[in-house]
């Protein structure tokens, strides 16, 4: 399946917080070095734009069933992201 094709999954979502969580609580521990907070940084930004796409995608389906009463597919929506 190509990834345009892939509709956000929650279990996703819900990992991807998770592992937000852990990856400030690392930071605010203040225990890592210099490039262990750099690297945590990097992953945490891309954890963000994966939360806020998954998110974006769900409020773009919510609007359209709320439109019409019918959910019909968003391939845009789900484009957007990549």
């Given at each position: 399946m190509?990834?345009?094709?892939k509709k956000p999954d929650l279990a996703d979502?819900?990992?991807?917080?998770?592992?937000?969580?852990e990856v400030v609580k690392a930071m605010e521990s203040?225990?890592?070095t210099?490039?262990?907070s750099l690297s945590r940084f990097e992953r945490g930004v891309a954890l963000v734009k994966q939360c806020?796409?998954?998110l974006k995608t769900a409020e773009l389906r919510i609007e359209?069933?709320?439109a019409d009463g019918e959910?019909?597919?968003l391939d845009a929506a789900e484009?957007?992201?990549e």
């Open positions: 190509a990834k345009s094709d979502f819900e990992s991807a917080m998770r592992e937000l969580d203040g225990e890592l210099l490039e262990q806020q796409a998954t359209q069933l709320s959910l019909t597919p484009t957007d992201h």
